[in-house]
């Protein structure tokens, strides 16, 4: 079995059941938003107004030990996982965290559960699919 990391939006309504899935076929699975001993990183942990933020306060915050804090938790994760799952929609962070786990050289997959703009760069991942359980069966192949 592998070990995932599901990438996706924290406004993803099948982010869960993509944990859920995986873990029920015994992958063991980083969820960005329950991570080990600890809650996932929000911005507005840091300010209930960050959605007005200025791009200096945007870039300043970078440096707040809970951002440095979910960083590093999604960064490790990322660092120990064999897989990535980019669930969509999705947003700036999830497409960046799976495009560099392509580049490092990991198993990548695009699940497409909806209809979604179309976007040429996906071809670079292994799997890309509407069938979670087609991509779940691919991933246990690589890693037998």
């Not at 079995?1 to 015994?26: P, T």
């Amino acid at each position: 079995m592998a070990k995932i990391y599901v990438a996706s939006s924290w406004r993803n309504k099948y982010h869960q059941n993509v944990v859920e899935f995986l873990r029920a076929k015994g992958h063991e699975v980083y969820d960005f938003r329950n991570p080990p001993q600890k809650t996932g990183f929000a911005w507005s942990q840091i300010d209930p107004d960050w959605e007005n933020w200025t791009t200096g306060e945007y870039i300043g915050s970078l440096d707040h030990p809970l951002a440095v804090e979910g960083f590093e938790s999604d960064m490790g994760a990322m660092d120990w996982a064999d897989a990535c799952v980019l669930v969509l929609p999705a947003g700036r962070s999830a497409n960046t965290e799976a495009g560099w786990m392509r580049g490092a050289g990991k198993f990548t997959a695009v699940y497409i559960p909806e209809k979604q703009e179309p976007e040429l760069m996906y071809r670079m991942h292994d799997v890309i699919s509407d069938s979670l359980p087609f991509i779940e069966s691919r991933i246990s192949k690589h890693f037998k």
